[in-house]
């Protein structure tokens, strides 16, 4: 590492991310199906089709997985609740032991020092809701209203923060226009209505957890550079700034402006449900922080065919093991904008960053430089940032542990801990041991 904890700001907090399906084992505890559960077993859909069954098995070594937290030295950890493991039927009665585990999961983190940062929903819909549409349907901001109002109501009172949703493009547009995640929808209209539905379900949970009298609550968006893939050529500009409205600023707008880019609604409009529009004083409810989940920057051409003609074209920068490019910079921009145009009021957190990688067990080692590489690169990005004026306070790293990495399944490692999934065993790589370093409190 070529920096430590000192040459951030006093107060800068750093952490590490996990979320639920992808390491507790949904097998486990009184968790019921999952819309990924259906998804992974129909084939075609994921790497050998694997699913979340055992994962890394966090439900019963959740003791473990936090020691290591602990010693990596960092502030907070960012984890998941998941909806089908607190109530099986979606909505109803709750499982006990799922209120159980997380009750005791975070009482484990406020024993070890850390900071729970919570996020209600990564991606493990009940099946049950599904069923019933899932995202399409409207009548979700009041199931995960519900959800938010039984977790909340057993932990909020000892989490540091919470957000409601995980990454809103990858729960509507990845997962309803493109496919490649549960429910595995191909079609234009289910996506204009979960990408709504999702921002309100969001805004709902923020008031249900006001009404709580929950403090530090948040929103957690990904985000991706689109560049042109040819910068002279006007119909690529055009297809890449589409591409940016899809992704970004249909979220980020919606949310903090209260509308949606005029690009996206010359595709969306006809299918998004009525009265869309009166639904803006629920979705843009105050927030005290914004996370910003960043890995890649894309390369985009226009394409023929229907909104939203484009195609993405391979970039020549270095790629990790997921075959998405390595481009620090666009972190620092996005940072940039998002304090500038979206947010200013607000703090902002990097609530996910990090790298897969083929990293391998040799002789009881893992040495993953090139991770250590991708965190330095896109720290120093941070560090720029916050000379820039910018009002980050806290950069997490996806993941702490090896994990189900969904569509793709136990293959692309993200890990600072190596786990073997056969054993279960966890091994930290390099990266850990030199992060741990490079985190030591003074004095400490
Ligand atoms: C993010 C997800 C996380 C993980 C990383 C690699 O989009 O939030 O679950 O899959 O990507």
Redesign the pocket.
Known sequence: MTWTRNDFPEGFLFGA?T?SY?IEGHGMGGAGPTHWDSFAATPGNVVRAEDGARACDHYTRWPEDLDLLRDLNVDIYRFSTSWARVLPEGTGTPNPEGLDFYDRLVDGMLERGLKPAATLY??ELPQPLADRGGWRNRDIAGWFAEFTETIMGRIGDRLWSAAPI??PW?VSWLSHFEGHHAPGMRDIRATARAMHHVLLAHGRAIEVMRGLGLSNLGGVF?LEWADPADPDNPADVAAAARYDAIYNRFFLGGVFQGHYPAEVLEGLEPHLPQGWQDDFATITQPLDWVGL?Y?TRKLIAAAPGPWPGLTEVQGPLPKTQ?GWEVCPEALYRFIMRVANTHAPDLPIYVT?N?M?NADRLQGGVIDDPERLAYLDAHLAQCRRAIADGADLRGYII??LLDNY??ALGYE?R?GLVHVDFESLKRTPKASYHALERALRRKGG
Do not use: D, I, L, V
Request: with cysteine; aromatic share 24%.
């Open positions: 991310a979320s992808q990564h991606w995980n990454e990858c990904n989940n890995y997921m996910e990090g897969a996806w993941s990495e969904w692309k993200f």
